[in-house]
């Protein structure tokens, strides 16, 4: 019993010296420098020279109220324990872009599927399911009447409720109904899978809309073209893999084989979605501090800004607004194109030129490869222009769009003429790498007009853009049935006066300024200024030092000298905030009687601790009645 007494004392020895490590990190975290989240779990590895070992964020503007908070951490899930919620060498916001962009990559792949389960069919010489022309029309525009009506909607919701939520479980749904198509088809012939994509559309409805939802708190003001359109790439990026892909695995395994494969990835998808993205940058448990405060402070000094709703967005203004129709107008354009080459463009290879399923759809991905590499670097060079103020915002969408939209429609010209598989593919390819600078215009110029109706505008540009995927299969297919050979040159001439018509309209009508309609509420427009007594205590109306500490955070107050000596000449009084009007708070205590920090221990090298701190002198029982009861019980 003896020896068994004398381990137990040894043991409570040696715990009891990982005491000062902890209150270490607790006091650490109150500085800029602090750590929480993965730095307490891993013991607070030191990278910089703040008191935590983190980065001292040295800022001549003054923090907003949310950064005057001290930064808590949410609570780490059970994956995170074991693996935390980043990609190496990728910044928080540039993981959430990746991710998106694979999202939409999956979403318009699932949408080549159909056109290459179809050539399988007329490749075995008998018309795929014995479908009519009009079942046919209906199967291609059913996915976009359900696509359609969620769009404004969509917007709304990814307002009231967490976009990056929104987003994945919208992709997550509409794939595992993808993987029932190939059995609906055979049904009722073709009326269940239309009533399938159908679904389909609306629940992908919301993604646009939810993707500018999720910008909205983490996408930094000079960096929205580039964050965006990483994203956005993933369209143009799914149709590039799509193609060959859906025509690879209906050529050589069966045309059921490209809707299982993509329902799967994104089953797949949805997992590391919901494990590395999040709603915002606070609820991020792995992102840095830098890079948190960052966000924050680029974003504005209001930390939690009110959501539109139906009642409070000026709807009215909305649909008045020339720049609104600019972007609506240039949607719908630039969609007209998009579904035409994503339902079409195999057609137009094997039917024109004699290729087979699986070359038309590797030469066909061709044009869209380019454009996806030309998507992201449009953004960049955007930015770069507007952040060195070589031309305003107004001008550089301008001159994106409507350069992108023209040369688009020129090279369409030379493809509706062409007679050759060559000279057809270049003027192809380059027409749409140049289209690919478009989405550095009206794909983001939303953020630009009214960042606060961002996802409804989304919603609704996307929504009139989605009736060009419903017209395109009425408008064409007709013509193809007739005329599968030489149909093709009314097809790309009408699809270049298209792009000319969006790109006049945008050239005149559209703008990069904030809208007066757009603009937040007056309170939230007011710079936050610390209160006065907490910096100083020149104001004769304070009688004690609680008192400062008791005045409430205040608005459109200018704030005082904040400096170095303004900061030394602060109280040791902790300050819990406006308690005064909290009924039965405890720490709500009269002016006399404040509360009091301990004196703090000077800095010694003691070595045993690690921190350059003594805390072997700090022994005294607590005088805080709310400590002396666990310090008495330890």
Known sequence: MKGLTAFKEKAAGVFSGLKPNIEKFEISQSYHGGHGGYEEMEGGDREGTGPGGGHAYDDDRPDSPASFEEIERPPLRKIDKYCKPECPCMPARYTIATMACVGFMIAFGMRCNMSAAKLKGEHNGTVFMNWTVAVE??????????????????????????????????????????????????????????????????????????????????????????????????????????????????????????????????????????????????????????????????????????????????????????????????????????????????????????????????????????????????????????KNGILSTTNVRKLFNCGGFGMEGLFFLFVAHSDTSTGAMFALTCGVAFSGFAISGYNVNHLDIAPRYASILMGLSNGIGTLAGIIVPYALDGLIQRDPHGCWTTVFTLAACVHLIGCTFYGIFASGELQPWAEPPAEEKQVWAPPVGAITNDDPSQAGMLGAYMKETSFGTPPPAYNEQSQMQQSNAISYGATGHVANNPFAMTASAPIVEEPVQPYTDNANTGYGYDFAQSTAEPTNPYERQSYKQE
């Not at 307002?159 to 059995?183: D, E, Q, R």
Request: include cysteine; glycine fraction near 8%.
């Open 137 to 386: 029309s209906h199967v291609d525009s059913s996915f976009f009447w359900g696509y359609l009506i969620t769009q404004i909607p969509g917007g709304f919701i990814a307002s009231k409720f967490p976009a990056n939520k929104i987003f994945g479980l919208s992709i997550f749904c509409s794939a595992v109904l993808h993987l029932f198509v190939p059995y609906a088809m055979t049904l009722a012939h073709g009326h269940v899978v239309i009533m399938v994509r159908v679904v389909q559309g609306l629940c992908e409805g919301v993604t646009y809309p939810a993707c500018h939802g999720i910008w909205r708190f983490w996408a930094p003001p000079m960096e929205r073209s580039r964050l965006a359109t990483l994203a956005f790439s993933g369209s143009y990026a799914g149709v590039v893999v799509g193609l060959p892909l859906s025509g690879l695995l209906a050529d050589n395994i069966s045309y059921r084989a490209p809707f299982y494969v993509y329902g799967i990835f994104g089953v797949v998808w949805f997992l590391f979605w919901n494990w590395l993205c999040f709603e915002n940058p606070r609820k991020h448990p792995a992102i840095s501090i830098p890079e948190l405060k960052y966000i924050e402070k680029s974003l504005g000094e209001s930390a939690h800004p009110t959501m539109p709703s139906l009642k409070t967005t000026p709807w009215r203004e909305i649909f008045r607004s020339m720049p609104v129709h600019a972007i609506i107008v240039a949607n719908f354009c630039r969609s007209w194109n998009f579904y035409l080459l994503v339902l079409f463009q195999s057609s137009f290879l094997k039917h024109k030129f004699g290729f087979k399923v699986e070359e038309a759809g590797f030469v066909g991905s061709l044009p869209h490869l380019i454009m996806t590499t030309i998507v992201p670097f449009g953004g960049m060079l955007a930015d770069y222009i507007r």
